[in-house]
């Protein structure tokens, strides 16, 4: 299985972004994208792009916990609620699969702030890619 390190290593624009990365399993991704000045739109408050960024990228790594040998995963529809804007602190992620099927993986992951509170809801569908053969 591998490290939250290993798979960070193959998203450069997670890197990027700042994204840090608890270790996934099959059942769950978390991680967290801190406030920072770049990361915002007017006023200060951490841009949505940006949150759903953390969104995608713990869907991707709960999807890809749950693919067969030898097969890939990419996005291939992503649903959204915002709930409260984000102004400083950082935005929590947990990814857990609601669907794990042969030629799709359905994920939820919820996004908090640092007192708990609901800051967005992302559903993102996984197209399950067969390996090379």
Known sequence: ???ASQLRDLMPFAITLGIELEQPSPERAAGSLPWAP??????????????????DTLGAICAFMNL????????????????????GGSVKGIARPLHVGRTIIVVQTELSDD???AVAQTTQTQAV?????
């Not at 949505?48 to 969104?55: C, E, R, V, W």
């Not at 030898?70 to 102004?87: D, L």
């Open 1 to 3: 299985m591998p490290t």
């Open 129 to 133: 890619l067969a390996g090379p053969g």
């Open 68 to 87: 067969p040998p030898g097969a890939g995963t990419t996005t291939i529809e992503t649903k959204s609620n915002f709930f409260r804007a984000v102004r």
């Open 38 to 55: 770049e990361r915002c739109t007017a006023g200060g408050v951490m841009h949505g792009g940006a949150i759903l960024s953390l969104a």
């Open 115 to 117: 007192d708990g509170r």
